[in-house]
């Protein structure tokens, strides 16, 4: 409806009556315009008869009214949008925004990263196969050649693409490898194809130099500029750079700037500045600040596509020094340096380039002679000589990684010494004839350039390579086996510490248990010494009591009759180390009885009653004939605290012998006779005796079956035969002395409760000594020496019981439970007790006995 109404508006202001019909979009500008100004006309038009226009104006007027509604309506709306545009954006939109400018960042930095890994990749390739490159091309026979019949001396093999034979003239065949070889009739874009890889590094920073090397006539300036229908490399390379520069123009901005030049005999000419109608300005090399060769005055011209870089070749290529040689009618006299300057901005980071492509297109390297050069040729001929070889040196010295690289022996290596070596990339063009008649030069040139490519990846660099490959292969090898060396220790170790757990545990656990039979032998020991003491007082008791039947006895036996015949007695003085009756009284403290088995009268009863008295002497008695009567037996098995030791007449060839000092009084129970005064070898303990005198007594006859020995050892003078002074000579002053030994060899069932019975004498037992010599003498018999060196005895013989002689090893062996422990307490060698001093000492190897356990 407004439009309509505007449209009629437009049409009365025109004052035509024309029914075209404007746009939309001009409805609404031209309602812009005149919006306000009909909005004061519209007032004055209201009133009909103020209208000066005759005619009809009522509808004219109602339709203003109509679009002065439909202003104020627009109007409304147009606030409305305004407010909607202030508001913009919302918050969900910036949110969004937001978001999407983190992404971007993100996109951005990973692009950057993966264009840096690129290049690096990239260039890590070109490396790889090879920094400098040398490719050979052998252009076909040229019409002239074949007018003239010229052969062909170079073969190609098919399946090769890198090798190439020349046959000689003696028919020989020269075989030379490069890292790719062009045929007669590979074209250019072959050739650029094995190139482009190289140049297009340029783009990613790095300098790159390509240069065709050759014979006048070989091709070299057909490879490198080419003709207009088959354009070289220098076009090519540039079409391809700026190929990849548009790829790349989303994140890199390139600028490519080109420069050309020749050096002509040791001169450097500007061949885009040159101009035949302007003086010939001479260009020199200059050291840049940044340390790369630049020419000051060089014309550096912007190109921006590829025809221009074709015109700007073109224009080159025509100031370029020329001459008619044999080889050449065009022959070039110059090295022909193009060099594409390539600047390059990073669009993200902002990061800057430079980098340099020269793509040189060398002078002839044909022999003075051959071309038949004079005058000016031949000084062209040997300046070209003298920078190719120039050019030879710098890339040996290169490929050899000499320290020296003698860049400034001539211009052309001058110029492209920031262009050659390092990181920079190189191809070589190697350019050769196939003719028979160029053999020669075909020679000389590829053996140059197998020189250069030899050098190159040849034995100088590879035996580098190989002898780092051996080094590290050497590495990985003794890493290897330090690997495994490492894994065995470490298994040994925890086998150790297993082991080494195992025994601290082992040995915590016998620590405990000799804990406890301490404890048990100490309470063994009071428990002993108490009932020792006990004995002791009733003994001195019954041996008063027996002294005084003993007088009686003596007062009966001066009445009697003699005694049997000495023959059936035994010569005790003789065997035996009975002392001597006392010269001097006993004190009376001291006194005991004196009788023994030499005094009693063999067979009588009182005899044996006497035996049978509860006297602590301990009796040895003999099985003679009288031996067997009931009344001695009744007798014998009365509760006397006497130890017992049997003697067989037979023991009495042992006794004579003179030299053996230890008589051993065997003990040979039946298998059922028991006695747990007895320990298994150490025989008879008084003590025990005297606590369990019936079990002893149980079985008189089997007792009777014992030997008793007799012998003691050589006295030395009289004074040793008392028993104090056996005591002392035989344990102190004469340890090697061997006191008789009465083994009690019993069976199985002899048991004993009191393990201290094994070591023979003990406290008590001394004490009794002390106060009856005979009944030490008796109790010396039976008391085995050798178990003195058990733990317990050997405490006791260090604090306050006699040291006792040391036992041979072997000869006696504990059995009971506790002697065992003890015994093995002192050859426990517990990595504990060394914890606070030498924890490391726990892995010494431990003493066989140690180990047992
Ligand atoms: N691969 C090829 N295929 C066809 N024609 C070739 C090839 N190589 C060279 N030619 C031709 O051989 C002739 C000589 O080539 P060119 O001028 O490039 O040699 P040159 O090595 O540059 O010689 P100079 O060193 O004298 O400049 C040219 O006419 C060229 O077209």
Redesign the pocket.
Known sequence: MCSESCEHIVLDKAGENRQSKPSPDSDREELGEYSDSMEEDTLSNLNPETSPVQGPTLPILQKVVDLSNCIQHLKKEHEILSDQVKSFPGHDIVGTLQLLNDEHELLKKKYLHESSERKRLYNEVIELKGNIRVFC?C??L?QAEIANGSSSVVEFDPSQDTELQVVSSDSSKKQFKFDHVFR?EDGQEAVFARTKPIVTSVLDGYNVCIF?Y??????????MEG?PDNRGVNYMTLEELFRVSGERSGAMSYELFVSMMEVYNEKIKDLLGENSNQPIKRLEIKQAAEGTQEVPGLVEARVYNTEEVWELLKSGSRVRT?GA?N??E???RSHCLLRVTVRGTNLINGQKSKSHLWLV?L??SERVGKIEAEGERLKESQFINKSLSALGDVISALASKSGHIPYRNSKLTHILQSSLGGDCKTVMFV?ISPSNADLGETLCSLNFASRVRGIESGPARKQVDLAELYKYKQMAEKLKHDEKETKKLQDNVQSLQLRLAAREHICRTLQEKVRDLENQLAEERKTRIKLETRAFSAAAAASTRSSLKQEAEKTKMEKKPPLVPSKLRLPLRKITNFMPPPTTPMPSNRKTTRMSMETVPEGKENNIKNIMAPRRNPIAVRPTTTMGKENNVKNMMAPRRNSIAVRPTTTMKAVRQPKRRLSISTFQPDSHMTTPLCNSTSGFNHASTMDRPSSLMGDVRKAMYSRLFSPMPKLRNPSETTPAAMRTKSTVRQPKRRVSIATFRSDSHMTTPLPSSTSGFNYANRLSLMRDPKNARYSRLFSPLPSETTPAAVRRSSSKFMRTPPMQPGSWKPTHPTVVALQRKSLVWSPLKFRGMQRKQSFLPLRPSAERQ
Do not use: E, H, M
Request: glycine share 14%.
């Open positions: 091309r252009r076909p040229n007669p065709a050759g014979q006048t006539g070989t091709g070299k300036t057909f490879t003709t020329v040689t080889a050449n065009l022959s070039s297109d002078a002839g350019q």
